[in-house]
């Protein structure tokens, strides 16, 4: 689950897209302080946003949550969770947040289990104090390094056919020339695809591994699909790039920034079901390029999106969460400032994570709450 962290800058062509749909909003729970940079005043009696040029600025961002061990970890760009100290990772137990181990040098972007160890992948280079180039594991008690894939900036870790998989930044050095990488537990493998752009999703669907990002020929992004030998192009282009992907209802959902289907609108998801890819998008809106999705999970028997759109009736608009139901999307939360980049399911409650603290018109847990 990777979302789209950087600024996008190859799109050119502005889509607006209008936004007709409604149902009953749900709200954002706070359980603990959040997970920040720097303290907030208890002094202070108004939600703690600061705005340049009407632009807001994040205390901290959360990029990726998972449950591991019975405990939801978080990681990004923070140095406090609640009331302690942790440097760009944190655990919470459902009661109070604890540091993991010494932490992160520089922000983790990616959580994923493999072999029962926690994997994290960022833009670090030690972890628990050891050299640990952009990856480590955890596995509940210290941290170890997992060698060097080949890839400055790893977005996206999934475990497929006993191995695990990390998609990223397009290694351009002779002996790689990749954007997927493959660990066995002893050694990375690179894996070359047919377009030599970043990789920003990884997901399995059917026995098939599926790799999105930036496949940028002729402007347009695909979703390559691998077998377990080879690559092949899964027939679909769309006119930016993928940055999320799920599997819910027996369907392989695939969100990100693009407004357009194979040429026809379809703004920010589409849903393939092994044979076809479809238009999910009634319901949201946004302006592209300035607007995307950055994360999907399932939970329940619905679909949850989060990132930077619109969603809700034309007089009642919704920002950045939503929820699909009745093959339309709609509002979960009401003015909520800030962008959802991940969300997890932990004890039976969807988590949502990213650079936010307000919404329905009250302060919530900095960058991530629950939702109700």
């Not at 669907?205 to 691998?226: E, I």
């Not at 026809?264 to 044979?275: E, L, Q």
């Not at 479809?278 to 679909?303: A, C, E």
């Amino acid at each position: 689950m990777a979302l789209m962290r950087r600024a996008t800058l190859f799109l050119t062509t502005t889509i607006l897209i209008s936004v007709s749909t409604s149902a009953n909003a749900q709200k954002l729970s706070q359980f603990s302080a959040g997970l920040f940079n720097e303290k907030p005043s208890e002094k202070k009696k108004t939600p703690h946003i600061i705005k340049e040029s009407g632009k807001l600025l994040s205390n901290g961002t959360v990029q990726a949550l998972i449950e591991y061990k019975g405990d939801l970890y978080a990681t990004g760009s923070f140095q406090i969770a609640g009331n302690v100290k942790a440097n760009n990772i944190a655990r919470w137990n459902g009661k109070a947040w604890a540091p993991v181990g010494a932490g992160l040098d520089y922000p983790g972007s990616v959580l994923c289990i493999y072999n029962d160890e926690l994997y994290v992948a960022g833009s670090f280079k030690t972890a628990g104090g050891i050299a640990a180039k952009h990856i480590a594991k955890w596995d509940g008690t210290k941290w170890s390094a997992v060698g060097e894939t080949g890839t400055y900036d790893i977005q996206a870790l999934v475990v497929y056919k006993g191995a695990l998989y990390a998609g990223g930044a397009y290694a351009e050095d002779e002996n790689l020339q990749a954007n997927v990488f493959k660990w066995d537990g002893q050694q990375w493998t690179p894996l070359k695809t047919t377009y030599n752009n970043d990789v920003f999703a990884l997901a399995v669907y059917k026995d098939k591994l599926y790799a999105g990002g930036t496949f940028l020929p002729n402007s347009n992004a695909r979703v390559m699909q691998w077998n377990g030998k080879k690559w092949k192009d899964a027939g679909v282009q769309l006119n930016g790039a993928v940055s999320c992907f799920t599997v819910h209802n027996k369907k392989l959902y695939t969100g990100g920034y693009f407004g357009q289907l194979n040429n026809k609108p379809a703004p920010f998801v589409v849903s393939f079901d092994g044979r076809k890819w479809n238009y999910t998008s009634k319901g949201l809106g946004g302006t592209i390029p300035y607007h995307w999705m950055s994360t999907l999970v399932g939970y329940g028997n619905d679909l949850y999106a989060g990132g930077n759109f619109t969603t809700g009736e034309d007089t009642k608009p919704a920002k950045n969460l939503s929820v699909f139901k009745s093959d339309s999307w709609s509002p979960v939360v009401y003015n909520m400032e800030g962008s959802v980049y991940t969300m997890a399911v932990y004890k039976n409650n969807l988590y949502v994570a990213g650079s936010f603290s307000f919404a329905d018109g009250a302060t919530v847990s900095y960058n991530i709450a629950k939702i109700e």
